[in-house]
């Protein structure tokens, strides 16, 4: 069965460093997503993106946060400079047609120290 | 945005017992999945069910579309069943709107 790969599975930063986070989504898919879970919260939607552009922004997705997808199969995250606050477990999805069913990858857990 | 509810927050069970998880939405919705977060924190899809009734193994799910709710029937529970069950609904703003959850604990 397709699925969304997310890479790293855990990775750890010191606090002003920037990190990329990395998905692959599913190959025929044409909407990405980000979303992020601080620990023992709910899940927050950060941003979607399709046709090589964000179609959609949370407001926690500031000016420290973009997205890319630079070769057609991969989706990053990059955070420029992390703060504390950052550390969550980040989740990539993609989906078909808008309003089909969305795949979450298995998540990065970031965590700023 | 659209208000999604989830009850109840916490649902603690003995092994081979059933049980009930409901999600409220406050507005129209064009899709509903449910997922169990699993120890590890994955997210795993149960159920992609906008309306009607779909079931697999001992899960089953209901949507109402014009009530604005969803259901998700867990039956004859297992400890490997623990774990937070999510609600999401996507409206046409290119986003999910996820509940809090329910926690669920199997005790054997």
């Known amino acids: 069965e397709p699925e969304v790969t997310q890479t790293p599975s855990h990775q750890v930063t010191q606090m002003g460093q920037e990190v990329i986070l990395r998905c692959v989504p599913i190959s025929n898919h044409l909407y990405f997503y980000w979303y992020r879970q601080i620990l023992g919260q709910k899940v927050e939607f950060l941003v979607s993106f399709y046709n090589n552009e964000i179609s959609e922004k949370s407001e926690i997705f500031d000016d420290q946060f973009s997205v890319e997808r630079p070769d057609g199969s991969n989706f990053t995250l990059k955070i420029r400079s992390t703060k504390l606050e950052d550390s969550a477990m980040y989740f990539c999805a993609s989906s078909g047609p808008m309003n089909t069913e969305a795949f979450f990858g298995q998540g990065t857990r970031l965590t700023v120290v | 945005g659209i208000q999604v509810e989830q009850s109840p927050p916490d649902l603690i069970l003995q092994e081979g017992a059933n049980s009930t998880l409901r999600c409220n939405f406050s507005?129209?919705?064009?899709?509903l999945q449910w997922f169990h977060q699993n120890p590890w924190g994955q997210l795993i899809n149960l159920f992609y069910?906008?309306?009607g009734t779909k079931q697999n193994g001992r899960l089953s799910a209901t949507t109402v579309a014009t009530e604005r709710y969803s259901l998700l029937y867990i039956s004859s529970s297992q400890t490997t069943d623990s774990g937070v069950y999510f609600c999401?609904?996507?409206?046409?703003?290119?986003?999910?709107?996820f509940g809090s959850g329910t926690k669920l604990n199997v005790k054997p």
């Open positions: 999401a609904v996507f409206s046409n703003f290119n986003k999910f709107y």
């Open positions: 507005d129209s919705v064009n899709n």
């Open positions: 069910i906008p309306s």
